[in-house]
């Protein structure tokens, strides 16, 4: 070959390269240039944080709301640069809201590497998690089960952000005493340790408050036929009664007790704040309270949130989104105050929780590791929606 076709070459070559080095001059100098597309982010590694929700079973509605919300958070963390620097990854793990999945569900999480974990929906399914995650040494925080029983049995690895069943009993009364007037009542749970705590605590402070408990019945999960139960309670004539479990077989209940004549007040407890309570149960759920957690459309700060949820998922975010999202939140807060991803430097913070301003309110995390300060809330269902009573 010519040296005039080597020559050639090398100039085509050194056009190339020019006009290559012009445009990523360009697109440096012009950052906004690729609207609407993230800046890409050079973290140093990653952080796995565990997803502890049901998200198969009766509560599965519930759980993957959780997960979005969870979700959500994560990747509003790591569009503002991660944790320390490294990029969040979840990973979730299915409970079913029962007790035997949500042991290997938790046995699975450590395996996989995870440094903490947020989540814990139902008590019952909670409750035999916690020394899984504290004989690891993982930290956790839990946003919806608020059994008094997490408190006695907690091995001090874990907080509770959501109101507790003291503080659930305190609204309830508040309810009974204060609104309705009641003085005879009647109380159904489940036997797990969510609804069966609720219902123990709710008769011990009615009773010491000098009124009466004339029904104290459980249930078994998944029961369709409520009619000698309904008969029972009639018998006993409660001025209201109270169920303390979920909205799948309370929907059930409060029907047939309609059906069947009761015609006193009906409440229940905050497993039961799904709107799904209201499909099952139709016309029959007119006028029930509901002792609740704070749900989102409620809250004035939780507004841009409910707006980007709807966004991504095309849905409304259901009633415990805004707990999840701020226990990924407070979580990630938690391991940057304690400047590492170990263990006990983790559990250290978090239990030092104080004034954490989430979207569904103030964080204080008190001595027994759990939120200080109530935050229930009462909803009275009306036309097929939840209203708050203020």
Known sequence: MSKKYFGLVALVLLLSLTLFGCGGQQAEEQPGGNEGQAEEINYDGEIKIGLMIPLTGSEATYGKDMENAMKMAADEINAEGGILGKKLVTISGDTAADPQQSTSAATKL???GVVSVVGGYSSGATLPTLNVFADANIPQVIPVANSTKIIDENPGNAIQINGTGFHQAEKALELFEGIWDVEKLA???QGDGYSEDLAKLTKEAWEEAGHEVVAFEVINKGEQDFSSLVTSIKSKNP????WTAYYADGALLIKQLRQGGFQGEIAVGDGSNSPKLMEIAGNAAEGVVCTSNPMVEYLPAAKEFMENYKANYNQDPGPYSSLAYDGMHLMKDAI???GSTDGDAIIKALKETEGFQGISGET????NNALAN????LLEAKGGQWKLIE
């Open 374 to 377: 109530s935050n229930f809330v």
């Open 110 to 112: 450590v395996s996989s």
């Open 364 to 367: 204080t995390i008190a001595d």
């Open 187 to 189: 109380i159904v749970h």
């Open 336 to 338: 940057e105050r304690a």
């Open 239 to 242: 001025d209201a009664v109270y």
